[in-house]
Every structure is written in structure tokens, then in C-alpha cells.
Nanobody, 126 residues
Framework: QVQDVESGGGLVQPGGSLRLSCAAS????????IAWFRQAPGKQREGVSC????????YYADSVKGRFTISRDVATDTVYLQMNNLKPEDTAVYYC???????????????????RGQGTQVTVSS
């Protein structure tokens, strides 16, 4: 586990927005991509989104498509997850991690992700 990687979580009402940040430089500099995944209490990890470092290709889970946007700041090597129209079911701890293969990024499979950060809590509740 890598320390002080993710930030930006918090409590927000349904329909609100949050922007998460991932200090991607905390991971290996030659990582193919950076992904976000989440884990809610009692549930399995769910891949949310991934962005490749080479050309910025992006991938989204169906559950967040159209609401979440992943982006990167090349200068600071920071990856962002803009989350709009949040729903209670988005409540989870969110992590970023480098996928170990292009397939893991494309498939958003957390089983194929490397060392993660400590996570940031997102709670969507009225």
C-alpha cells in the first residue's frame, strides 16, 4: 500500500459532485495506466475507470458512464476522477492503482491492479 496517494473524498448529497485526485507519481514511472476502483462495505471491488499514460485512452464501468470523467495532468502526473450526479450507490472507498496489463485496464478488473493507495471515502447521502 502506498501512502498519501488519493484525496478529494467527502460527504455529498445525491446529485452532487466530487473530484478525486491520484498522485500517480507515487507508483512506478513506467506504469501503463492508472485506474480507479472502489469498494463498498460487504461488496467486492469494482473497477470504475482507467486512463492510459501513452495516449490518454479512457475506459468506464457501465455504472458510471456518462457521470464520471477520468483525466490526467501530464505536468504533475496527477489523475483525476470527476464524479457528477452522484448516487447513494456510489458510496464506497475509492482507490487508484496501476493496472498490471493493458487488459486489466480495458476490462477494469481490480484483480489485475497493482499496489494501491490508502483510499478516500466517498459518501453520498441526504
Amino acid at each position: 500500500q502506498v501512502q498519501d496517494v488519493e484525496s478529494g473524498g467527502g460527504l455529498v448529497q445525491p446529485g452532487g459532485s466530487l473530484r478525486l485526485s491520484c498522485a500517480a507519481s507515487a507508483f512506478t514511472l513506467d506504469a501503463y495506466a492508472i485506474a480507479w476502483f472502489r469498494q463498498a462495505p460487504g461488496k467486492q471491488r469494482e473497477g470504475v475507470s482507467c486512463i492510459t499514460r501513452s495516449d490518454g485512452s479512457t475506459y468506464y464501468a457501465d455504472s458510471v458512464k456518462g457521470r464520471f470523467t477520468i483525466s490526467r495532468d501530464v505536468a504533475t502526473d496527477t489523475v483525476y476522477l470527476q464524479m457528477n450526479n452522484l448516487k447513494p450507490e456510489d458510496t464506497a472507498v475509492y482507490y487508484c492503482a496501476p493496472p498490471l496489463s493493458p487488459l486489466s485496464c480495458f476490462a477494469l478488473d481490480p484483480r489485475g491492479f497493482g499496489s494501491r493507495g490508502q483510499g478516500t471515502q466517498v459518501t453520498v447521502s441526504s
